[in-house]
């Protein structure tokens, strides 16, 4: 019997020890799925509400007894019985019984936890890896990697203002040579910046290095030296990606941007100007929240510029939120989407976010979070809607490489991803 016996949630830690939920979902006959929440540190304001018991004894306030036990004792019973094969029903349900807009009532993690290791309960049942009972054909396309391999803004205690420097192997024809390629370059990286770096190398959030570098730019030089000395060519074997995560810069009141780090103020105009200085010397991909989220003319403003050069990428702008990406539509702002299936709070609404920017011609990018745990679903999500790139960290630190690893397995169960006919 595929139905839904029981609903399990427990409080365990993520990668930054900072409590989360893991949730088990149990089907009358014994099968199991389970997924784990990811959680942010640059969060957006727009995202679905992360609940925390915010009793200061505990884990600094961010104990999530709460979010279990409204798993536990409400959401358990409430959803018993159900298909487990009807997963927009099950998202329906969870979104009618927490009654708000931003699932601020049982907690965006409680509903997330359910919803995924629902449709991981349900791949089982069927027989199949996760990835495949998502799909929506057995097409499947290559995976880029977007590594981000040095860490700044609030996932580092340096001196860099931008949040993440990354590589994106573009001339791979395999994951699995994809991830070597950025393996190699991360192991010159560390020699490089040994030297570059006026302290001690450390690691951010990300698994990235954390160096103390004289400016942002500097970092873009130094990747690009990398790329180089392992035997690669820029802007033909790698890219650069940048997540500027600038809404943490914003000023609402002021509509100007402070950089914390570098103690710099910046016009919205001379903030676009320093993306396309940017752009103009470095082989860019993406610039991922270049502009605040609630700056709309400023991205106005970017994307005017740059979006026929570069992917404008909206995290904290479209936080995963249909409305939000038809806003951007409408405006005619940005041209690729960040995925972060804990921004939105269920599978359902994702996979419709997804839809969208496909329908749309906007890029895909399926993410991480930076406090995660070895929870590999993300992995499976990027093949299933065959979304072209994948960000999850640097190759280092265990919850990063787990789904590095995820990808690998499944490029061999599949042989190989090939672009869809
Ligand atoms: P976060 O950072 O998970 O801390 O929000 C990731 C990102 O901004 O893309
Ligand atoms: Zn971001």
């Known amino acids: 019997m595929n139905t ?6 427990r409080e365990i830690l993520d990668s930054r020890g900072t409590p989360t939920l893991e949730v088990e979902v149990i089907l009358e006959n014994n099968i199991t799925g389970t997924f784990s929440v990811p959680s942010g540190a640059s969060t957006g304001i727009y995202e679905a509400y992360e609940l925390r018991d915010n009793d200061k004894n505990r884990y600094n306030g961010k104990g999530v007894l709460k979010a279990r036990d409204n798993v536990n004792n409400i959401i358990s019973s409430h959803l018993k019985g159900m298909d487990i094969f009807n997963q927009k029903a099950i998202d329906e349900a969870l979104i009618k019984l927490d009654g708000t807009k931003n699932k601020s009532n049982l907690g965006a993690n409680a509903i997330l936890g359910v919803s995924i290791a629902c449709a991981k309960a349900a791949a089982k049942a069927k027989g199949l890896s996760t990835y495949e009972y998502l799909s929506y ?34 001339s791979a024809e ?13 192991y010159t990286l560390k020699i490089l910046l040994k030297k570059h770096s006026t302290s001690s190398l450390g690691y951010g959030d990300e698994g990235g290095f954390a160096p103390n570098l004289e400016n942002d730019e500097k970092a873009l030089e130094i990747l690009i030296e990398a790329i180089k000395q392992s035997g690669y060519t820029p802007n033909i074997d790698f890219k650069l990606a940048i997540d500027a995560a600038s809404s943490e810069w914003y000023d609402t009141n002021k509509g100007s941007y402070y950089l914390p780090k ?16 940017i752009v103009n010397k470095y082989p860019i991909l993406s610039i ?28 904290d702008l479209f936080v995963t939120n249909k409305e939000r990406l038809a806003m951007g539509i409408n405006n005619n702002i940005a041209n690729a989407i960040l995925i972060k299936v804990n921004q939105i709070g269920t599978l359902s609404e994702t996979l419709e976010t997804i839809n969208l920017a496909k329908q749309n011609n906007y890029e ?26 994948i960000k999850t960290g640097a190759p280092n630190r265990g919850e990063r490489v787990a ?16 672009e869809p006919v």
């Open 4 to 9: 839904i016996k029981q609903i399990k949630a």
């Open 137 to 170: 054909s057995n097409n499947y396309s290559m995976v880029y990697p977007t590594m981000n391999v040095i860490n700044g803004g609030v996932h580092a205690l340096n001196t860099l203002d931008i949040q993440e420097f990354m590589i994106v192997p573009i």
């Open 174 to 186: 395999t994951i699995s040579e994809a991830i070597h390629m950025c393996v190699n370059v991360f």
């Open 262 to 277: 570098s103690k710099k103020i910046l016009t919205k105009e001379e903030l676009v100007s320093f993306w396309e200085n």
């Open 288 to 315: 991922e929240d270049g502009m605040s989220e609630d700056d709309i003319e400023g991205w106005k403003l970017l994307s005017d510029k740059l979006k026929d050069k570069v992917l404008l990428v909206g995290d």
């Open 364 to 389: 895909v990018i399926i993410s991480h979070r930076s406090g995660e745990t070895n929870d590999d679903f993300i992995s499976d999500l990027v093949v299933a809607t065959n979304s072209r790139y």
């Open 403 to 418: 789904k590095y690893n995820r990808l690998l397995q499944i490029e061999e169960e599949k042989n190989e991803l090939y």
